[in-house]
């Protein structure tokens, strides 16, 4: 396999490129042998005269489901060789590489191939979160909002996480303008609101799992002013379900280094959490369900360190029942994401009503947490919440905790104007 090869699956005809491949007309009908298209077909290129790289993207570009590149004669008939694409090309493009002898025989018979590729990129990159504090708040008192800012390879990612992380940076800035109003100055005795992008997550919660051990060991005690994680992971699947997670499902077998007390603790304010975003949908009057919560998105190093966490998805790879459907819409015995991890995952793949009422669920529960005075001892059922749009003084921001977060239209142009200017 070629270094940058895609991931991919093809069953298809050689059709052999005219030369080296070097050209796009070296795809074109008139030039190709063994098959009158490049098109469905697997492209068979010799090597030499350009790059690996321009000869893929030749072949691609004129429709191949996968290349074939063999050698030249004069490294010997049947010496196979590797090469590199420098960078991948079609992230479901298979390129395989193979000897001067097959490859000729191939070039003759134009017979069928099986094509399968796992790619796994080896390379040591380096990634980052992006951390954003809001002005003021108490700093004992840390709420972090967070959403996975990168993708599978496979694809754009645009469900899976684009609208997660499109729908924190709304909020984020939709809050900043109002706090800087005031200064943030008259908030010193609520919540602060740390907003995270983590990067990584597809590649096993890398970004948040650093933020959390590294915190751990450099500085607990600003890992212990993290008072809750809110996590949005997909909230535009168009297949979508609102589906708000459910800490009942935390087990503890996953937090093995937690005391039953601390156990119960995570448990029940998770539940809290939960039961906020539960309460917004029963007054909007919109259906939900409960959603796994089992650690494999970025809040689960959070649960780890026994932070309490919530959070909102609208559904991957996972099947609509019937039940759902008569819920929710859409369609039975089909994904909530068909394109999850795949290269459809595009901006088509956003559901704008999805979109808008999650985005609405989390601009209020953001807010409506933030205006808690004393949420560490709410969590711990020391204390109740403030009501509901409540009469606790917060200035502006009980503005947007009645709703002015979600009624601005602006919410849905923005974030569409963000997840098409990616
Ligand atoms: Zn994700």
């Known amino acids: ?178 706090m800087q109003t005031t200064g943030g100055k008259q908030y010193s005795h609520l919540p602060s609101l740390r907003f995270c992008w983590w990067g990584a997550e597809e590649e096993g919660l890398l970004g948040s799992q650093y933020y959390v051990s590294h915190l751990n060991n450099t500085s607990p005690t600003a890992l212990h002013q993290i008072v809750l994680n809110l996590n949005f992971d997909m909230v535009a699947s168009p297949n979508y379900v609102r589906g708000v997670y459910d800490a009942q499902q935390i087990e503890s077998e996953l937090l093995d280094g937690l005391s039953p007390t601390k156990f119960e603790y995570l448990k029940n304010a998770s539940s809290m959490i939960g039961g906020m975003f539960i309460e917004h949908f029963k007054r909007e009057k919109l259906p939900y369900v409960n959603s796994e919560f089992n650690g494999r998105s970025d809040y689960g190093p959070f649960l780890q360190f026994g932070i309490p966490a919530g959070g909102l998805d609208s559904g991957a790879e996972g099947i609509k029942t019937d039940k759902e459907r008569h819920m929710f819409g859409g369609m039975a015995k089909t994904a909530y994401d068909p394109c999850y991890h795949q290269a459809c995952d595009t901006v088509d793949n956003v559901d704008r009503p999805a979109l808008q009422e999650l985005s609405k669920a989390a601009a209020t529960i953001v807010s409506r947490l933030s205006a808690q005075v004393s949420l560490r001892q709410i969590l711990a059922h020391q204390r109740n919440f403030a009501p509901y749009g409540g009469d606790i003084n917060i200035g502006e921001r009980r503005h947007l905790d009645q709703g002015h977060f979600s009624a601005s239209s602006r919410t849905l142009k923005e974030m569409k104007l963000g997840l098409e200017c990616k």
């Open 1 to 178: 396999m070629m270094s940058y090869s895609g991931s991919g699956a093809a069953t298809a005809q050689v059709a052999v490129a005219h030369s080296g491949g070097c050209y796009p007309s070296d795809f074109l009908s008139g030039n190709i042998t063994g098959a009158t298209t490049m098109l469905g077909h697997v492209a068979l290129i010799s090597r030499g005269t350009c790059t690996f790289r321009q000869k893929v993207a030749n072949a691609y570009a004129a429709g191949a489901v996968a290349v074939v590149i063999y050698n030249s004669i004069s490294h010997g008939g049947s010496a196979v060789f590797s090469g590199t694409l420098g960078a991948v090309v079609s992230p479901t493009l298979p390129v395989l590489c193979t000897s001067y002898m097959l490859g000729k025989a191939y070039a003759a018979s134009a017979p069928v191939l099986h094509i399968v590729t796992h790619a796994a990129l080896q390379a040591h990159t380096t990634t980052s979160n992006i951390i954003a504090d809001a002005p003021g708040g108490d700093p004992s008192t840390v709420i972090v909002v967070g959403a996975h800012l990168d993708s599978v390879p496979a694809g754009p990612g645009i469900n899976d996480n684009g609208s997660g992380a499109m729908m924190i940076l709304e909020i984020a800035s939709q809050l900043t303008e109002l």
